[in-house]
């Protein structure tokens, strides 16, 4: 029953374009995101998220299914390149208030393919956690109905239909892309050390949505980095070909 309410409303046809590019995970991916956390402060941190009754795990929804052969596998930037391949990433993981109201990440780096500066995170590094987790912050939006109250599940169907149907919709109508990001850095970012990324939504006005969010240091909570972003819905005119065409060249 709640499927076909899901199925009414149009979610089914709803993937953030971080799902776009990961779809299921590798072997390799998935152990790469089940490895024991980097330190202490990573673990306590994901074992209060995972105990907080109003919290849930989106990301788990991407260890359904069987794990695509290695030769298979999307490259995501920070699962694949960054996570598996390098562990320049040790850690990343997105938990959601189940109201939609706020989405975090908990992140940790290696000393090892992260640094611009010596021992220094790169800027670079910093706006594309900000990005990737405003991807997830834009779809916990998107996934909020007023047909199925239950996030969680609306977030794990979707993701588990898109999984099992390679012709699924996933041209981002309802999602959009990233149109502007603008990161404010406060101090620097450690190598080997761990942050924690929280975003919410400011406001939506017509096709547009503004997300705001903070990176802090775990575990002394010291205030790294800000950042805006800008999400854009595609216009309803806009043929479908083209947005898989932008799909394919950018993800």
Same mark, same amino acid.
């Given at each position: 029953? %709640? =499927?076909?309410k899901?199925l009414r409303?149009?979610l089914f046809?709803?993937?953030p374009? #971080?799902?776009?590019?990961?779809?299921? !995970? #590798?072997?390799?991916?998935?152990e790469?995101?089940q =490895?024991?956390?980097a330190?202490?402060a990573v673990?306590d941190r %994901?074992?209060?998220f995972?105990?907080d009754v109003?919290?849930? =795990?989106?990301d788990t929804?991407?260890l $359904?299914?069987?794990?695509?052969?290695?030769?298979?596998?999307? /490259?995501?930037v %920070?699962?694949d390149? !960054?996570?598996?391949?390098?562990?320049?990433v040790?850690?990343y993981? @997105?938990?959601a208030?189940?109201?939609g109201?706020e989405?975090?990440?908990?992140? #940790?780096f290696?000393?090892r393919g992260?640094?611009g500066?010596?021992?220094?995170?790169?800027?670079?590094l910093t706006? !594309?956690?900000?990005?990737?987790?405003?991807?997830w912050?834009?779809?916990i939006v998107a996934m909020?109905?007023?047909?199925?109250?239950d996030?969680e599940?609306?977030v794990s169907?979707?993701?588990?239909?898109?999984l099992n149907?390679?012709?699924?919709d996933?041209? /981002?109508?309802?999602i959009?892309?990233?149109?502007?990001?603008s @990161?404010?850095y406060?101090?620097?970012v450690?190598?080997? #050390?761990?942050?924690?990324?929280t975003?919410k939504l400011e406001?939506m006005?017509?096709?547009?949505?503004k997300?705001?969010?903070t990176?802090v240091?775990?575990? /002394?909570?010291?205030?790294l980095a800000?950042?805006t972003?800008?999400?854009?819905l595609?216009?309803e005119? $806009?043929?479908s070909w083209?947005?898989?065409?932008?799909l394919s060249?950018?993800?």
């Amino acid at each position: 029953k %709640i =499927q076909k309410k899901m199925l009414r409303s149009g979610l089914f046809a709803i993937a953030p374009t #971080s799902l776009v590019a990961a779809k299921c !995970l #590798s072997k390799e991916e998935r152990e790469w995101w089940q =490895q024991p956390a980097a330190n202490r402060a990573v673990a306590d941190r %994901i074992k209060k998220f995972e105990n907080d009754v109003s919290m849930f =795990q989106p990301d788990t929804a991407l260890l $359904q299914g069987p794990a695509l052969p290695a030769a298979d596998k999307l /490259t995501h930037v %920070i699962y694949d390149t !960054l996570g598996s391949r390098t562990n320049a990433v040790s850690t990343y993981r @997105v938990f959601a208030k189940r109201d939609g109201s706020e989405v975090s990440a908990v992140a #940790s780096f290696s000393d090892r393919g992260v640094s611009g500066h010596p021992g220094i995170i790169h800027g670079g590094l910093t706006a !594309l956690l900000f990005d990737n987790t405003f991807g997830w912050t834009n779809f916990i939006v998107a996934m909020q109905s007023s047909e199925v109250n239950d996030l969680e599940f609306v977030v794990s169907e979707t993701i588990r239909h898109l999984l099992n149907d390679n012709k699924a919709d996933t041209s /981002t109508k309802k999602i959009g892309f990233t149109a502007n990001l603008s @990161v404010n850095y406060r101090k620097p970012v450690a190598a080997e #050390s761990a942050v924690l990324i929280t975003t919410k939504l400011e406001f939506m006005e017509g096709r547009k949505r503004k997300l705001t969010g903070t990176m802090v240091s775990l575990p /002394t909570g010291v205030h790294l980095a800000d950042a805006t972003a800008l999400f854009v819905l595609p216009r309803e005119n $806009q043929p479908s070909w083209l947005w898989r065409k932008l799909l394919s060249r950018f993800f």
